[in-house]
Structure formats: structure tokens, C-alpha cells
């Protein structure tokens, strides 16, 4: 992100618009220099056995009671809202829906754009820097998503396939419970040393 703590004049003599317009290039060359560029390769599976996952099983009222009300509607102009509201009148289609693109292949254009918006993290409003991106993307790709998800997650666990040193995104783990699993390996070296040595 070096290079890119350029200022954001704001010109009172333009419209907002154009202003946000001015501001927009500048925005999209500091958010570009925090991502990576996919290399396309998948990593390798070094476990002895692996077994896949045959099919996940959309239980979308569940996700779609998940959703937060508040959020923003992605490109396709959709809020959450809408999903909520009416669960009962759009589970059965979308599970219809997700199990048929599942089994194809294939997800609409609009999932895969997002709508990016600078927000404002601290420090100084005029430094580009100081914005971190949000990306807005369909509710009903993050729905679909958080299924897939879940389910994928379900697979590993019932299978043994994460490894034990795995403390994040999982359930009565942490940052904390690593630092305390580490610690205690720690200790254990340095009183086997002491042992070994005296």
C-alpha cells in the first residue's frame, strides 16, 4: 500500500459526483495493491485418503435467518431484507436453484461482481489509506455460500481431514486456544532440555 497514501482533495466548486468520480481511480489503485493475484493452482492433498463430498443439502431458512436486516443489497439490488421477509416463499426455489447450478457448474454473472465501498478505518479523511474496502455482493450468493460452507466444514470434521495445528474458523478454538497450546509445547521443550542437560 506504499505509494498510494496519496490525498483526497475534495473540490467544493464540483458536485458530489463529481468528486466521488475524481476519487474513484485513486480508491481503485490502493484497493488493488492489498489483494493477490490467483496463480490458478490448487494445493495438493497430502492426505492418505481423501473422501469427497457427494452433495450438500440446501436448508436455506436456516441461513436466511442468519442474515443481518441492516446489511446493503449487492449488484443485484436485492436486500437482505427481502430474504428475510419472505424465507418461506423463496427456501424452496432457491434450494431448487442452488441444487441445479450446483450440479452444473455454473453461478450467475452478477454473483461473481461486487459493489466496492470505501470505508473510513482512522486518521486522517483525505489520505486514501485510511479506507478499507467493503465489498457488497449478492445476498443470495452468500446465502448458497454459507450452505456450501457449512457442509464443507461438517465433511472435514466427520472425516478427520483438518489438522490439529487448525485453530482458526472453528468451533471452541481460537487465536487464544493456539497461544496456549503453543505455550504449553513450550514449556514442555524447556523442561525436557533442562532434564536432558543437567
Request: aromatic fraction near 10%; include cysteine.
Amino acid at each position: 500500500m506504499a505509494g498510494y497514501s496519496q490525498l483526497i482533495a475534495v473540490d467544493h466548486r464540483r458536485s458530489s459526483n463529481e468528486n466521488t468520480r475524481h476519487h474513484l481511480p485513486l480508491f481503485n489503485k490502493c484497493f488493488a495493491s492489498l489483494g493477490s493475484v490467483d496463480d490458478g493452482k490448487l494445493p495438493t492433498c497430502n492426505v492418505k485418503q481423501c473422501t469427497a463430498l457427494e452433495s450438500v443439502v440446501f436448508d436455506e431458512a436456516r441461513a436466511i435467518n442468519k442474515l443481518k436486516d441492516n446489511l446493503s443489497a449487492g449488484p443485484d439490488a436485492l436486500p437482505p431484507l427481502f430474504f428475510t421477509y419472505h424465507k418461506y416463499c423463496v427456501a424452496k426455489p432457491l434450494a431448487l436453484l442452488f441444487t441445479q447450478m450446483l450440479s452444473v457448474g455454473f453461478v450467475p454473472s452478477d454473483w461473481l461482481r461486487a459493489i466496492i465501498i470505501p470505508l473510513f478505518k482512522k486518521g486522517s479523511a483525505v489520505i486514501a489509506t485510511n479506507y478499507r474496502p467493503i465489498s457488497l455482493t449478492c445476498v443470495a450468493s452468500k446465502i448458497m455460500e454459507r450452505i456450501i460452507a457449512k457442509a464443507l466444514l461438517e465433511h472435514l470434521v466427520e472425516n478427520d481431514l483438518l489438522s490439529s495445528a487448525q485453530h482458526g474458523f472453528l468451533k471452541g478454538k481460537s487465536t487464544c486456544t493456539n497461544l496456549l497450546e503453543s505455550y504449553n509445547d513450550w514449556t514442555l521443550c524447556l523442561w525436557v532440555y533442562i532434564a536432558v542437560s543437567s
